[in-house]
């Protein structure tokens, strides 16, 4: 089945504890990207990849960090995760930036950060 | 700073009734527009696409688009209590690789 999968699905953590939020893809898209989700705020992008090794911010990504060492592979980190960054979390691909490409979302992972 | 304005509701419908769901961007520069769902604790999913001014049809759902107007917008025929849901309006600018800017929702509730 082609999908988006993260993990974990929820977390709880404190304030400083390094964390990494995994995000695979089996359809061998190139695109892949990291959104946060807040009440009234819509989907935020944090970062973005349109292919391996190729990385880039997006509209938040202060206090954020990924890589993209494989093509299915996408994780999000965060170095020292402080209460601001208790969002519900979503990561997405498409197979490329075109226009007709549609994004495909994970399940999401809800992070709160005490 | 790029804005896609939607009201938040929630818009409260009969079921059978229309629902009509509206969004507003702020860069002309957008060329691609997009409506997805998100049930409460789920994942979006797209329903609609459109870059054309005009109207474009699929099923029970209509997009409309107005350039000039800088105006996105849904209708929901028919609507079911399974369309209760948070809908999302994007916009993709083209100048930036399509990168789409999402508006902050209206939830529908869609009364029996």
């Known amino acids: 089945e082609a999908q988006v999968t993260q993990n974990p699905r929820y977390l709880i953590t404190v304030t400083g504890k390094k964390l990494t939020v995994t995000c695979s893809q089996n359809?061998?898209?190139?695109?892949m990207s990291w959104y946060r989700q807040d009440p009234g705020l819509g989907l935020r992008q944090i970062y973005y990849?349109?292919?391996?090794?190729?990385?880039d911010k997006g509209d938040v990504p202060e206090g954020y960090k990924v890589s993209r060492k494989e093509k299915r592979n996408f994780p999000l980190i965060l170095e020292s995760p402080s209460p601001n960054q208790t969002s519900l979390y979503f990561c997405?691909?498409?197979?490329?930036?075109?226009?007709?490409?549609?994004?495909?979302f994970g399940n999401g992972t809800r992070l709160t950060v005490t | 700073q790029k804005e896609v304005e939607q009201n938040s509701g929630p818009l409260s419908v009969p079921e059978g009734a229309i629902a009509s769901l509206n969004c507003t961007y702020s860069d002309r520069g957008s060329q691609s527009f997009f409506w997805y769902r998100q049930y409460s604790g789920k994942s979006p999913e797209l329903i609609m696409s459109?870059?054309?001014?005009g109207d474009k049809e699929d099923g029970r759902f209509t997009a409309q688009l107005n350039k000039a107007s800088q105006y996105v917008s849904l209708l929901i025929r028919d609507s079911q209590p399974s369309d209760s849901a948070t809908y999302l309006c994007a916009a993709g600018d083209k100048a930036a690789g399509n990168k789409l800017t999402f508006g902050g929702g209206t939830r529908v509730l869609v009364k029996p």
């Open positions: 459109i870059y054309s001014n």
């Open positions: 997405a691909s498409s197979i490329d930036r075109g226009r007709d490409s549609p994004l495909h």
């Open positions: 359809m061998n898209h190139e695109y």
């Open positions: 990849s349109m292919n391996v090794e190729v990385t």
